[in-house]
């Protein structure tokens, strides 16, 4: 097997470092500082008049201010490698946001800070599952309407203002769905390829570490290149618009062949690449499978395709990602998977190559 100085150009140079990816972790990084940024805001509400009167609620703000430093410091080092919030982080921030709220004596103050709830699902919307996202709505809205109701409760608030007050407060808050809607159909756009509804390279690159992020030491994931043998003359005799049709063909095997739990991309122009979790001893059985998916003799244009196919282990992942090399290591796995295809491309095509390091 060939070595990295001899391995063919292609278009997979840069890696899985885009700047796509840069810019979720500079995302994730806000989240770090945000912590203590509510902490800090906690601590000058509570010398205001409006904050914590007893000292019970005073004990209680104190210890959720001093557990954003922590928290915040663990979020900064999972930052580096961060794909989704846990649950327990969300109902740790939403816990301890109304915690806060519900100790404060002036209830005008405690609804404008209800605000912070906006800002948590700005975050959860992004790096949440909709599950998670869906307590966050439940509990923010019983908060508001409970602080509503602490402050009709005492005879100084006008029920009409309080109102107003209140329904401000839930607008704001619930404005998230929306913004969730917008930022999935904005993310869908970005992560898919236009031409065959499958994810594009981006859309890969996230999925991939995603999938290596739940991955435990004992199992394995087979990295598959698909390349379409003689493609070049398809467009030539039939038309792109054939070869559209061919590639979106393509597309639709290569998805029924993998079934659910993989992800397949398109990631050159007749170029495919396959994440599957499965063992190294079924990997080629599984991939000639894909490959005879792809072939149909009876087909108006029959394509072949080449394959090439490298394992990821999961502790050899999970020893990349502590030391901070997750992404080198998916790159150069990747790099393997893309060295065996040209193999079967020079062997003459319509065949599956597993890499073996040397």
Not at 183 to 212: F, H, K, P, V, Y
Request: net charge neutral.
């Amino acid at each position: 097997m060939s070595h990295d100085r001899d391995r063919p150009p292609h278009s997979r140079a840069s890696g899985p470092r885009t700047g796509s990816v840069r810019l979720e972790r500079r995302v994730a990084l806000g989240i770090a500082a945000l912590v203590p940024s509510f902490g800090l805001i906690g601590a000058i509400a509570m010398f205001s008049a409006d904050g914590p009167a007893c000292t019970t609620a005073k004990v209680v703000c104190l210890l959720v201010l001093i557990s954003t430093v922590p928290v915040g410091a663990w979020w900064l080092r999972r930052s580096l490698d961060a794909s989704h919030m846990p649950g327990w982080f969300v109902v740790y921030a939403d816990v301890g946001v109304a915690s806060m709220l519900l100790t404060f004596a002036g209830r005008d103050l405690a609804l404008n800070g209800a605000a912070l709830f906006a800002v948590i699902g700005i975050y959860i919307v992004y790096f949440a599952r909709r599950r998670v996202l869906g307590f966050h709505m439940l509990f923010v809205n019983v908060v508001v309407v409970v602080l509503a109701a602490l402050a009709l409760a005492e005879d100084s608030h006008d029920l009409a203002s309080t109102a107003a007050r209140t329904l401000v407060t839930l607008l704001v808050v619930n404005s998230v769905l929306v913004f969730r809607a917008v930022i999935q159909r904005q993310l869908d756009l970005a992560n898919t390829d236009s031409l065959t509804g499958l994810l594009n390279r981006r859309g890969l690159e996230l999925r991939l570490e995603r999938m290596m992020a739940s991955l435990d030491s004992e199992h394995s994931v087979a990295l598959m290149v698909v390349d379409l043998d003689q493609f070049k003359q398809v467009n030539d005799t039939y038309g792109h618009a054939v070869g559209d049709h061919v590639l979106r063909r393509t597309a639709r095997r290569l998805k029924t062949a993998t079934g659910t739990r993989p992800c397949v991309a398109r990631t050159g122009g007749e170029e495919f690449t396959i994440a599957l979790p499965v063992t190294e001893t079924a990997a080629h059985r599984i991939a000639d499978d894909i490959r005879g998916s792809v072939h149909d003799p009876v087909d108006e244009v029959p394509v072949t395709v080449s394959v090439g196919v490298a394992m990821i282990d999961g502790g050899r992942w999970s020893a990349a990602a502590v030391s901070g090399c997750g992404a080198d290591l998916l790159h150069n796995v990747l790099l393997d998977a893309d060295t065996a295809m040209y193999e079967s491309k020079n062997a003459g095509g319509n065949r599956t190559t597993v890499y073996v390091g040397n």
